[in-house]
């Protein structure tokens, strides 16, 4: 088996690549191995190295959602190919949406290949070419892709050492690698990655990571740990990346699909016929698909309206969002409080229920699509998060084999979880089937606040005793709906901390935190309201309670930096402070905040927030990520939640469904907790999850007033 | 029914024919395939699609191709001078200005036409003068530092 194979014996191999010689792989890994001369084609002569990892066990790595992880044990950790120009290429199946894997996982190639980033490019999820790394969520690629890449890169290095060690017949340790360049001081001889690609070009290596694989150390980095700027700026501020809405074809159509005008609505009749005069329109109508395709948008969307108004349609009733929470907790099996004695033997109790309404997550580049069939194959450009999820439901909805099927993911405009599910795609392949020309779908803001996704409504119960010492002796918090991300309590005390389903009227998904935004306002507006029925200050209370060395840490700094114990002194109407702290993906956040009052309008001017993810990899990147999260977290604090009657949306528009803006953006100062010691985690989530109840907390400090409904709104406030 | 409507883009004459009420977004996008100007929300309220129309910005997505009649249209593929890039491009590179990026061009136009009426703006300038521009991975800090830096020059 060629993991068993030393290195010298891999080396001895003529050029590599017949699959028989990895007889224990899975399916995937064989289609992968067919991938690899396809890869070739598409990048040129140079070297390819292809390497595996082999879990130990069956759910090691952990399973991912969506796409396959390759079949069997074998994943392949990186394909990296070394081109006769000097170029590395590492291929990874991970996307690029604003978040910053495309900058931190070349970081992460370049240290381990010793190249500088200038010389190495990384093609991302184009499911022809990369490895299946899996659905980008979850703040997962930092833990685990990165590794994963890291290792094969370290690995391919290695096998490039042994080449040129094998050239001049040397000792491999006698080697050092800088800048791409190999060199041998004893003898002073010099072999580039260009050189040998293009003396070894042809060959393909597929290899197994050694177990001695090590990974550069944190204090040997020279371009991790380091601001990065992304790889493709110049293309972004000249307009000349492509976006998946951007993708040009020849003879390119534009398709559009008619909706229903409610939710559950059902087409009982329709005429297309109507339009059958429009020049070049095509119409698509299969069962309750029912679509256009013309040579402009304008021209499908105006053939789109002709044909919308002969539809009739049976429309059942809808829940609307003025009965949500009361349907969501009738519809709930909400157990009972186990502690219940301790409640009624307690000093002080206190029971609370906060609400958390359907949120949107408005997405710069609403969901794209262009399809192309060609000779039963289809390709596939879009925005998505899950490009072998994607792969998957494409092969299904035609009824082909997934190798007939390419998703190519351009770096897109915005995904915070919102660009997991099959969509634009499916639609746009299926006009493409029927016209015979390639199709873009692009949907409207309206479609995409009305037929996408959304961050789950929820209704959280919380119930607390406290002793006479302000000690908090039980604690029952449980989450209707939304579900179980950071439902636990971080804080000592005997808990019991759970989620329950509910029959959520609208199509929930994840959204940035999931679940963690909704249970952390519950849960540090509680302790907030805690506290205050022990007449101890927030952050004591807190502290008094902590022992996770890291979130007292981050709460710590956060209050220190924001000078909380001279600012909550401060007793002013107009002006309140507030903190809130969590953890979650094994990161840690704190946020303090000051919001200003006036005419019953909550406006917020100061926020400090510290994080800690561990180790960081790219700490221009990460303070983007966290301003970021903090002032996308405005929105659903203060002014998003989405509106809905007897099944139609009613503010699926940016001039009703009020995201955060210029005006919005508070000074923030935001600490960097560097845990060169701990692991790399991910940072996309957990910054948004302390900003809606530290503002919550700050209002209460100012005004006395408890809010315990997202968005905040002041009784007096315009609505 | 289609018309003949000539204007100039990036310094080149157009002539489109077509029909008078398509945006003047379609018309760079499809007809002409300048895709650096974006669709955020097709209601003027995000700024993705904005370009210049004689000096002014003006939202595309509402614009009906007409109104570009006898004028001149700058989009941000027109801003370059070859490998030189603007003033505004550069400093958005400096700040790392930009996440996704798909905002991006209907910001560096706003900042442009904002510097151009008003080239040494306070903050409070700047806030209002991009007021109009959404950006979803929220970059707002970065961005206002772009355009501060850019009027520094």
């Known amino acids: ?719 | 029914m289609p018309a003949t409507i000539a204007f100039t883009v990036n310094g080149q004459q157009k002539s489109v024919s077509t029909n008078p009420a398509r945006p003047l977004l379609d018309v760079l996008r499809e007809d002409l395939q300048l895709t650096g100007t974006k669709f955020g929300c097709g209601e003027a309220r995000c700024g993705a699609c904005s370009v210049l129309l004689d000096g002014k910005r003006v939202f595309s997505c509402q614009t009906p191709v007409s109104k570009a009649e006898g004028k001149t249209v700058l989009t941000i593929e027109g801003l370059a001078t070859g490998e030189k890039l603007h003033p505004v491009q550069d400093a958005f590179l400096a700040e790392n200005a930009f996440q996704c990026g798909y905002c991006t061009a209907g910001m560096i136009m706003c900042a442009v036409e904002l510097l151009n009426e008003t080239p040494h703006p306070t903050d409070e300038e700047i806030i209002t003068g991009m007021s109009r521009n959404v950006c979803r991975c929220c970059s707002y800090t970065s961005i206002i530092k772009a355009v501060r830096r850019a009027a520094g020059k």
């Open chain 1, 1 to 719: 088996m060629i993991r068993d194979m030393s290195l010298e014996e891999i080396l001895a191999q003529p050029d590599s690549g017949a699959e028989d010689q990895l007889p224990l792989v899975g399916e995937a890994l064989q289609a992968e191995l067919g991938r690899r001369s396809f890869v070739k084609m598409v990048l040129g002569a140079g070297l390819l190295i292809t390497v595996t990892s082999y879990a130990e066990e069956p759910d090691d790595p952990p399973p991912r959602r969506g796409g396959g992880r390759g079949g069997g044990r074998a994943n392949v950790s990186a394909r990296v190919h070394f081109g006769k120009d000097g170029i590395v290429t590492v291929l990874t199946g991970k996307v690029e949406a604003g978040q910053g894997a495309r900058a931190e996982l070349s970081q992460g190639a370049a240290e381990e290949l010793r190249v500088p980033l200038s010389q190495l490019q990384l093609v991302m999820s184009d499911t022809g070419l990369v490895p299946d790394d899996g659905i980008t969520a979850g703040s997962g690629s930092t833990p685990r892709t990165m590794p994963e890449i890291r290792r094969g890169c370290a690995a391919a290095r290695e096998i490039v050492l042994g080449i040129a060690a094998k050239k001049w017949n040397v000792e491999r340790n006698t080697l050092e690698i800088r800048d791409g360049k190999i060199s041998h001081a004893e003898s002073k001889r010099e072999l580039t990655y260009a050189d040998i690609a293009s003396e070894d070009q042809g060959k393909a290596f597929d290899i197994g990571v050694p177990d001695n694989t090590t990974l550069s150390l944190v204090k040997d980095w020279k371009i991790l740990g380091v601001p990065a700027a992304r790889p493709n700026g110049r293309a972004i501020v000249t307009g000349k990346h492509g976006y998946p809405s951007d993708i040009q074809r020849p003879g390119l159509q534009y398709g559009k699909v008619l909706r229903a005008p409610s939710y559950g609505a059902s087409l009982k009749s329709i005429d297309t016929d109507v339009v059958k005069e429009m020049k070049d329109v095509t119409i698509v109508h299969e069962g309750s698909f029912v679509g256009v395709v013309a040579p402009t948008s304008y021209a499908a969307d105006a053939a789109l309206t002709a044909i919308a108004k002969t539809a009739k349609w049976d429309t059942p009733p809808h829940v609307s969002s003025k009965n949500l929470y009361d349907y969501l907790r009738k519809n709930a099996n909400v157990p009972k409080n186990p502690f219940a004695d301790d409640v009624a033997k307690a000093d002080k109790t206190l029971r609370q229920t906060y609400l958390v309404p359907y949120v949107q997550h408005t997405p710069m580049e609403p969901r794209a699509a262009v399809a192309e069939w060609k000779d039963g194959n289809l390709t596939v450009w879009t925005g998505t998060q899950n490009p072998f999820g994607a792969r998957g439901s494409l092969a299904q909805a035609f009824n082909i084999g997934a190798d007939k099927v390419r998703v190519i993911v351009p770096d897109f405009g915005g995904g915070f979880g919102g660009k997991h599910s099959p969509d634009a795609h499916i639609e746009a392949a299926r006009l493409a089937k029927t016209a015979g020309k390639p199709v873009q779908v692009r949907w409207t803001r309206a479609e995409e606040f009305t037929w996408a996704y959304f961050r789950p409504a929820g209704v959280i119960d919380a119930e607390a005793s406290l002793d006479n010492k302000g000690k908090i002796t039980s604690w029952f918090f449980i989450n209707i709906n939304s579900g179980r991300s950071a439902v636990e309590t971080p804080y000592r005390c005997k808990n019991r901390c759970n989620s329950v389903g509910s029959k959520g009227p609208l199509r929930e998904g994840s959204y940035r935190a999931l679940a963690s935004t909704a249970n952390t306002f519950a849960r540090e507006s509680f302790m907030d309201e805690l506290a205050d029925a022990a007449k101890i200050d927030p952050l004591e209370f807190r502290l008094a309670h902590l022992d996770d060395g890291r979130l007292r840490a981050v709460l710590e700094h956060a209050a220190k930096k924001f000078d909380w114990a001279a600012r909550v002194k401060k007793k002013d109407p107009a002006l309140g402070v507030g903190l809130a702290c969590g953890t979650e993906k094994a990161s840690f956040v704190a946020a303090c905040a000051e919001v200003a009052i006036k005419d019953s309008e909550i406006s917020v001017r100061h926020v400090c927030q510290a994080f800690d993810c561990g180790v960081i990899l790219n700490p221009a990147n990460l303070t983007s990520q966290i301003q970021g999260a903090i002032i996308m977290g405005l929105g659903p604090a203060l002014r998003e939640e989405m509106i809905f009657e007897d099944g139609r949306m009613m503010n699926a528009s940016l001039s009703e469904y009020l995201v955060p803006r210029f005006r919005d953006v508070p000074t923030i100062d935001v600490e960097l907790v560097n845990r060169s010691d701990q692991p790399a985690v991910g940072a996309g989530e957990t910054p948004i999850i302390a900003i809606a109840p530290a503002i919550a907390n700050a209002v209460f400090h100012a005004t006395g007033q408890r809010l315990r409904q997202l968005p905040l709104r002041l009784a007096g406030a315009a609505k």
